[in-house]
Each structure stands twice: as structure tokens, then as C-alpha cells.
């Protein structure tokens, strides 16, 4: 009986293989820009491609924060199916160039200069053991403040230039019957705004010591434990109802008034534009208080598969198109992130870009340009997770105070390391 | 099989053996049965042993064969005593059990009880059984987002009724840490009970009229026609409706991510969502591996015991 079982079975797998072909003229990119702004920023790659006469085949996977593409990548790349090119963050590509499944674009970046144009911070991620196995798309900042220009105006607020500053102003808002701070209460949201507390709090030096060199002293240092009390002075401002809610609502809240500001990466000013308002005259863009001079990046890249041969030109037309200074300011202008390189000409970009990319140069010359470790360019997941778990249970009351919250934080840290 | 078919074989003797086409009616039910048989094998029990393996090892970003002990095992032993603040497995398996009891003992309950309602020959049954049975034929993510619009008190029960003028009202249990993981029970609750009530009602239906007329002859009142008959006549359904239960209640993922995408601080994490974030997004592997054997032999202790109680008495 179950010989004859294992027989039909084995009659049955027969049929299930089947032929695979490859095509060398076109690009498989797995990536979860599916959103309408982001998926028209993409067409502009698209048509550079068509140009040089290679096809754009899509692997795409909806879902803002990537998780289910990277279960879908995960699964490609365990069965040797690698993508041309997949949208990657931060420690992700590093994991997988450990795993020896990136390609080598060493050459390509030469001739096309990438070394100096990228900043160094971000060829972290993007080169592997010397060798170039991603190639970056944009460089997002968190540190920014949103806000409303006729809520500002309307309590008579301006810009703040510290911490107390921006406490100050809050409770400007607050008595002026307005929502002071729109927050998502999602622990990646918490933990987005709380990197900017730290490097307010702490100076850049601070921040860099404890949230990309995960240094014990500096994180339960008195500075770290300032740092949640100021956090928790923040959270007092929210309104009751912001729990689990998403950080376009949230932004939704600011644009149309019913809140004065949102702390949030720059990816925020897509909802602003989508909404059809413009920097200087219905929304303003400030640094969080106290931390000009610095930018917590994140960066998404297209990460490199290590195709077979008669793929790789169509890998390097991709690559180099990516970081090409056309496509870069097309793109980032459409995205709200600023080019992750360098020398672009900010003339297409609005006047929040602008200075996004003046900040970024300035930061990358004067050192102050780091990794956000709730967006995963701190830390590797395993840390940056459990960093988000300590901050929100802060911020939602499981962890009571900030003496606690530190003591966790050390804990959580050390034992995802 | 084999001996069946030499039976037929003596009493038919123009056959004197058997035809390649008895042999291959003979085969064909297995053959047809082998794909589904050979699927189950590999992707059920043999990924059970895969993660078995994997959560001996140092798994990480991708599965690993180094075989590094049970250090998974300890970290998550030494996370279920952390109570205060609670570790993120604490929350899940604290939750798991507040919502695993009052998920199926409310369907249970509710699902009996409006069968018994709807057995009462009433009027328009045609068109209650379908109402309270199609919350079922919905996806857990749909369920999960109707609620959460529904319970979000800045947008449904609660602002409704404050703009009805009951401005006292306030309910606000999705967002509070505390209470967010019984919302969780009431959309499941929601969405199950229908269909336990059909599971009932078939089984009411099932029963003998005659048995009941004797019961109302002898005198018994409505309830304990139904404590005393009704109810341990309907045993095997009770059986069926908690596996079934137990089974959505285990794999509950979908409800609480749209629900509640986690819950305040990570508050209404169930194991699966537990073991889904520690294997895909925080990279480690090895700790989900563990996280969901230890799911599988929580189950195993629950269902086989039960099994075994129930199914005991009755021999083949």
C-alpha cells in the first residue's frame, strides 16, 4: 500500500517540472513602490531603460514597509531565482552580500565616479568587502519638523531653535485649542521621532556613540535617560486617539489643519504635495530643534544580485541609469527625498529640497551625517526592533519611567546583539 | 484491498487473473490520492521537522545547519518571567490565553445559544441563518478592518454616539494597552459564532423529536429538556466546534495586524505575530523557529488529550 503510494507520487512529481527560460534584454526588479507617486517616480527609470532598449519586468509586492518583499525575495534568492535588482534597506543588503549572493559593480562605480559622489556614510551599506553590491536611489532625513504655516500663524508661533523652543510652542497650540503634535502611535513612528530627540539632546556626538556604535556608557548614560524624559514632555502633546494610527493620517492632521506639526521622515512631504500645498506659503519645513547641522539619513537601494552572465548588462544599464544626475533629481523631486549623490543641481527641487540637499552636502563634509536606527541604518534589525519595542512601550506606559526605559534599552540591545 | 480482490476473482471465474484494468482500478484511488498525500508529507510534517531543526541552530538572516543548542529555547524561557515591563513573549502568550479561552468559550456559548433560538421554529429562519453565518465568509483582514474603523473612537462607535448627543460615552479599548487584546476577542467572537451556530443547529436538527416529546411526557422543563438531553446529545458537535476553535484561534495573525497592527507597544501580539517578526523582520530566525514549535506542542497538549478523551469511548 504505501509502496504503491510512493510509486503514484513519484509518477505525479514527473509532470510538476516544467521548462525555464531567461531573457538577457530585461530587468526583473522587485521592489514595493506601488503607491501612485512613488510608482510614476519609478516610470522615469523605466523610460530611460526603454531607451537603451532593455525591458522593465516588475516583481512587485504591495506594502509600504517592504516585510512582505523581503519574504518574497528571501524565497527567490533561497531558490537560486535571483532578481536583477531589488529595493533594499540599510543592514538587509550587508546580510545578504554576507550571504554571498550580490553581484560586483566595482567597475561600473569607478567610470562612473561613484566614490566621490556618494556619501561615505551611505557606501557603508552599499559597498561590501571593497566591493560596490548596491546602488543607493535617495537619501531620506528624519529629522524634520512639519508644519502648518496658518496654524503657526494663527497662534503666533515661529520657528523654534531648541528643545524648549518647540515645548513652548506646543503649548502655544495647545491653549490655542489645536492639536498640538500629530504622531502615529506605531512603534517605528515613536522610535522616527525619538532619534531626533536623542540627537537633540545629546549633540551629534551623542547620537553616533549610542545609536551606531551601540556604546553601553552612552546609553544609559544620564544624557540617554534626558532623552526619554523628553520624549515623554512630547508625548503629553498628542491627542488621545493616536494610537496605532498611520503616519500619512497623521500628516493628513497637519496639512489640514487640525494639528500644528508632525516630527516625521521627508517622505511626509509627498503627502503634502499629493495634497497639493507648497513649502513656504502653506507648510513649512524645519529642522527638529537643535539638531541643524546634522541629518539621521535613511537610504533606499537597489541591491545587486549576483546574476548569471548574459544578464549582468542589463544589471550594469540599470545601475548606472540609477545614479545617473538625471534620474536622480527626476526622481527624488517626485519622491521628497533628496539624491544620493552629491553633485546633482538642486534647480528642479522645491525649496524643502533645497535645503534638504544643502543639508546633506554639509553633513557629509562635516561628519554629522548618520544612520536613523528606527529606519535600520543604526543598527542591524535584530537591535533596531528591539530598540522600537523599548520606545514604545515607553511612550504606551508598559515601561513607567525613564530610569526604566534606560535599563531596558541596555537590556534589549544587549541581547539582540 | 488485495484479499477483496481475490474473493471476486473465485466467485468470477472467466477471469481467472486479474486484468491490467481491474489492477489499475484497483491503483487508481492512490494514485489519485499520491500528489495531495506526498504534498502533505513534505510541507506539513517535513517543514515541522525543518523548524524543529532550525530552532536548534544559529539561524539568523537565512536558515542555518550549525547546530549551536537550545539557546532559542532559553532566551524565550527567560522572557516568559519577564512580567514587568512585559517582554514581547510574555504580551503573546498572556494574550494568547485570554484570547484563546474567551474566543472559543464566547463562540461556543453564543453559537449554542442562538441555534437554540433559531430551533424554536421561528418565523423567517431562511433569512437569520444566512446573517448570522456570513461574518465567516469573510477574510480575517476585512473583519479586522471594519472593527477597527468601528471601535476607533475618532471615527466610529464613540463619535457616533457623541454626535448623537451621548457625550459621556467613551470606549476606547483599541487604543488602550490594557483592553486592546479583547477587542481582538470580539471581532473573532464576531466572525466565528455564526458558523458555530450552524455547527449547532445541524446538530440540533440531528436530533430525535421522539426522544424530546418523551422528555416533555415525563415532565421536564425547557431547560432541562436542554441540560439534561439537548446538550449532551450534542457532544461531537462541541468536539468539532473547538477543534475548529482552537485552530482559528492559534492561527489568528491576520485579525491582530488589522486590527490593531500590534496594539499599543506591542500589546495585542499573539504568538504567530511573535514568531512572524522575530523570524522575518528582526532576522532571528532561530528564536522564531522555537517560538513556533513551542505553538505546535501547546497545541499537541491541548487537542490530543482532548482527542483521546472524546474519541475513546466509541471503538470501530
Not at chain 2, 441540560?227 to 476553535?245: G, H
Request: proline fraction near 4%; hydrophobic fraction near 45%.
Amino acid at each position: 500500500m504505501l509502496r504503491k503510494l510512493l510509486i503514484g507520487t513519484a509518477l505525479a512529481t514527473t509532470f510538476a517540472f516544467s521548462a525555464h527560460a531567461e531573457d538577457v534584454k530585461e530587468v526583473q526588479m522587485l521592489h514595493w513602490w506601488t503607491s501612485g507617486g512613488e510608482a510614476a517616480a519609478l516610470n522615469v527609470l523605466k523610460g530611460d531603460l526603454a531607451k537603451e532598449g532593455y525591458a522593465w519586468k516588475d516583481v512587485p509586492v504591495a506594502g509600504g514597509g517592504g516585510d512582505a518583499a523581503m519574504t518574497a525575495l528571501k524565497a527567490m534568492v533561497a531558490a537560486g531565482n535571483y532578481p536583477t535588482a531589488s529595493q533594499m534597506l540599510g543592514y538587509t543588503v550587508l546580510d545578504y552580500a554576507a550571504a554571498g549572493v550580490m553581484g560586483d559593480l566595482t567597475e561600473t562605480a569607478k567610470k562612473e565616479g561613484w566614490d566621490k559622489s556618494v556619501p561615505a556614510a551611505l557606501q557603508k551599506f552599499s559597498v561590501y568587502d571593497g566591493k560596490w553590491v548596491a546602488a543607493p536611489v535617495n537619501v531620506h532625513s528624519v529629522n524634520w519638523l512639519w508644519i502648518n504655516k496658518a496654524v503657526l500663524d494663527k497662534i503666533g508661533g515661529s520657528e523654534p531653535k531648541t528643545f524648549d523652543d518647540f515645548v513652548a510652542l506646543l503649548d502655544k497650540a495647545k491653549a490655542a485649542g489645536v492639536i498640538p503634535l500629530a504622531l502615529g502611535g506605531q512603534n517605528w513612528q515613536e522610535a522616527t521621532m525619538f532619534d531626533s530627540v536623542v540627537l537633540s539632546t545629546g549633540g551629534p556626538e551623542f547620537y553616533k556613540k549610542a545609536f551606531n556604535d551601540l556604546d553601553d556608557a552612552s546609553l544609559k548614560s544620564d544624557t540617554m535617560k534626558k532623552s526619554f524624559d523628553n520624549l515623554a514632555k512630547l508625548v503629553t502633546y498628542v491627542d488621545p486617539n493616536f494610537s496605532g494610527r498611520d503616519w500619512n493620517l497623521a500628516t493628513a492632521m497637519v496639512i489640514k489643519g487640525d494639528a500644528l506639526v508632525q516630527v516625521m521622515g521627508d517622505w511626509a512631504k509627498g503627502e503634502f504635495n499629493a495634497a497639493k500645498k507648497t513649502p513656504g506659503t502653506d507648510f513649512l519645513c524645519y529642522r527638529f530643534p537643535g539638531t541643524d547641522g546634522s541629518v539621521i539619513y535613511n537610504s533606499d537601494m537597489f541591491g545587486m544580485f549576483n546574476v548569471p552572465d548574459d544578464r549582468k548588462a542589463a544589471q550594469v544599464a540599470l545601475a548606472t541609469a540609477t545614479l545617473s544626475k538625471s534620474f536622480q533629481s527626476a526622481f527624488n523631486v517626485v519622491k521628497g527625498s533628496v539624491p544620493a549623490r552629491t553633485d546633482v543641481p538642486d534647480t528642479d527641487f522645491d525649496a524643502c529640497g533645497k535645503k534638504g540637499i544643502a543639508d546633506l552636502k554639509a553633513a557629509n563634509e562635516g561628519g554629522t551625517l548618520f544612520g536613523s536606527l528606527a529606519q535600520g541604518y543604526g543598527a542591524p534589525p535584530a537591535v533596531a526592533n528591539a530598540y522600537k519595542d523599548v520606545v514604545s512601550k515607553f511612550v504606551h506606559g508598559q515601561i513607567k519611567t525613564s530610569d526604566e526605559a534606560v535599563t531596558e534599552l541596555v537590556k534589549a540591545i544587549d541581547d539582540a546583539k | 484491498m488485495s484479499s477483496v480482490a481475490t474473493t471476486q476473482i473465485k466467485l468470477t471465474p472467466e477471469r481467472s487473473r486479474p486484468s491490467v484494468r481491474a489492477r489499475l482500478q484497483d491503483a487508481l484511488p492512490k494514485i489519485v490520492l499520491a500528489p495531495s498525500f506526498a504534498i502533505t508529507i513534505v510541507f506539513v510534517y517535513g517543514f515541522i521537522l525543518w523548524t524543529v531543526y532550525l530552532s536548534f541552530t544559529n539561524s539568523k538572516t537565512f536558515p542555518s545547519y550549525v547546530i549551536t543548542g537550545p539557546r532559542a529555547y532559553l532566551r524565550l524561557w527567560g522572557w516568559t518571567f519577564d512580567s514587568d515591563p512585559p517582554s514581547s513573549w510574555y504580551t503573546s502568550i498572556v494574550n494568547m490565553g485570554i484570547f484563546g479561552f474567551l474566543y472559543i468559550a464566547i463562540c461556543l456559548a453564543l453559537g449554542l445559544f442562538l441555534a437554540i433560538l433559531l430551533d424554536q421554529k421561528i418565523r423567517g429562519e431562511g433569512v437569520l441563518r444566512p446573517i448570522y453565518l456570513y461574518p465567516m465568509a469573510l477574510s480575517f483582514i476585512v473583519t479586522g478592518v471594519a472593527w477597527k474603523w468601528f471601535l476607533d473612537p475618532g471615527l466610529g462607535l464613540e463619535q457616533t454616539l457623541h454626535q448623537w448627543g451621548w457625550t459621556s460615552f467613551h470606549f476606547d479599548w483599541i487604543k488602550n494597552k490594557d483592553f486592546v487584546i479583547y477587542t481582538v476577542v470580539i471581532a473573532g467572537v464576531w466572525q466565528a459564532s455564526g458558523f458555530i451556530m450552524a455547527m449547532f443547529l445541524a446538530g440540533l436538527r440531528g436530533i430525535d423529536g421522539e426522544i424530546m416529546k418523551a422528555a416533555q411526557i415525563d415532565g421536564a422543563t425547557t431547560f432541562q429538556l436542554y441540560r439534561r438531553i439537548v446538550i449532551p446529545l450534542l457532544r461531537p458537535i462541541f468536539l468539532s466546534a473547538f477543534i475548529v476553535l482552537a485552530h482559528l484561534a492559534i492561527k489568528s495573525y491576520d485579525l491582530v495586524v488589522a486590527l490593531t497592527s500590534g496594539g499599543p507597544g506591542g500589546s495585542a501580539w499573539l504568538p504567530s505575530n511573535f514568531m512572524y517578526e522575530y523570524t522575518f523582520k528582526r532576522n532571528e530566525m532561530a528564536v522564531g523557529s522555537a517560538s513556533a514549535v513551542i505553538m505546535l506542542m501547546t497545541i499537541v497538549a491541548i487537542i490530543v488529550p482532548y482527542l483521546y478523551s472524546e474519541l475513546r469511548e466509541k471503538p470501530r
